[in-house]
């Protein structure tokens, strides 16, 4: 028999998740990080982005051997921030641990050493000559945004841990204004197991099925909108299986949580094409086969209209 998944349709309030759940351990180093960078961006008058990016994993047992997780690699995340900071903004990258990162994303890891040259005497490393131009690309791009303290990167790893975080990304920001964005790019778990019904140790092999009950994952949209960062630009995505749905999923998310931007996508064409939905509008953005087959990213041109769009949202408060 195989084992079973069962999911409970209640669960606890979002104010109330935070009051029970365990803070992760780093977060108070994470909030003083994302309330100093936070400053210096207002300092410099510079608009700031948050991105979040990869999925969010659900642990089974409170040393976590057994979790569950989603596909979500962060690639969108990860070439959004690289435009974003291209586009002048300051970049906040909340990631997924092990995601892929900006920057970091254009050299497979897998393949590190097929990179590398060993001199004749096996005394000295070098990079391979056709790597050198990519590498010195990317290293002088990233090294100009470090140098001028644009971008920050935080990881996470379970749903837990990235709500808390979101948390202090979205109150840290809120002394931006509007000239701050929410990009909410994560694949973010919808269920969970709170952490006082989880187990201390593995569960034990018994050759019996196993039943794991699930609850709704507390919905933050709400206080995101209200009390985190009520000036901020947020933009969200609705990710859909049937294209027929999408539309109507996007618009639905819309008017429901009151962003100001949903990024509708279907999963198999997810990298050439996306809707942005606003209220009363919707826009379809796309490459064609000939620009992805050029390297062209949809992102560039998702950031590129998301970028006017914030631009506007600025100065409607301005005039």
């Not at 694949?187 to 989880?198: G, K, W």
């Not at 049937?242 to 996508?265: F, R, T």
Request: proline share 3%.
């Amino acid at each position: 028999m195989a084992e079973c998944i069962a999911i409970e349709s209640t669960s606890m309030s979002a104010r109330a998740f935070f009051e029970v759940e365990k803070r992760p351990q780093n977060l108070e180093s994470s909030c003083l990080k994302l309330q100093e960078f936070s400053q210096l961006q207002k300092e410099e008058g510079r608009k700031l982005v948050v991105i979040t990016s990869g999925g969010t994993t659900v642990p089974l047992e409170h040393r976590a051997v057994r979790f569950i997780d989603n596909f979500s690699t962060g690639s969108r995340g990860a070439a959004s921030a690289e435009y974003f900071l291209e586009a002048g903004y300051a970049v906040i990258f909340l990631h997924r641990k092990e995601a892929l990162l900006p920057f970091y994303r254009h050299f497979n890891c897998s393949q590190f050493l097929e990179h590398l040259a060993v001199n004749d005497e096996r005394s000295h490393v070098s990079v391979k000559d056709d790597v050198v131009p990519k590498l010195l690309s990317v290293l002088l791009r990233y090294q100009d945004v470090s140098n001028q303290k644009r971008f920050l990167m935080l990881e996470f790893t379970t749903v837990t841990d990235y709500l808390f975080l979101l948390r202090a990304a979205a109150e840290a920001v809120h002394v931006i204004g509007r000239n701050a964005m929410l990009y909410l790019a994560s694949a973010v778990s919808d269920f969970y197991i709170p952490s006082t019904e989880l187990p201390e140790h593995k569960i034990q092999s018994s050759g019996k099925p196993l039943t794991v009950t699930l609850q709704a994952v507390p919905k933050m949209f709400g206080l995101l909108v209200q009390d985190w960062a009520p000036d901020a630009f947020i933009v969200s995505f609705k990710l859909e299986t049937n294209k027929e749905l999408l539309l109507q999923k996007s618009e639905g998310a819309l008017d429901k949580y009151q962003h100001n931007v949903v990024v509708g996508n279907v999963l198999e064409t997810r990298k050439r094409q996306v809707i942005i939905v606003t209220s009363g509008e919707v826009e379809g953005v796309a490459i064609s086969k000939e620009e992805l087959h050029q390297g062209v990213e949809i992102e560039l041109k998702l950031v590129d209209n998301l970028a006017k769009k914030h631009s506007r949202y600025c100065r409607e408060t301005k005039e």
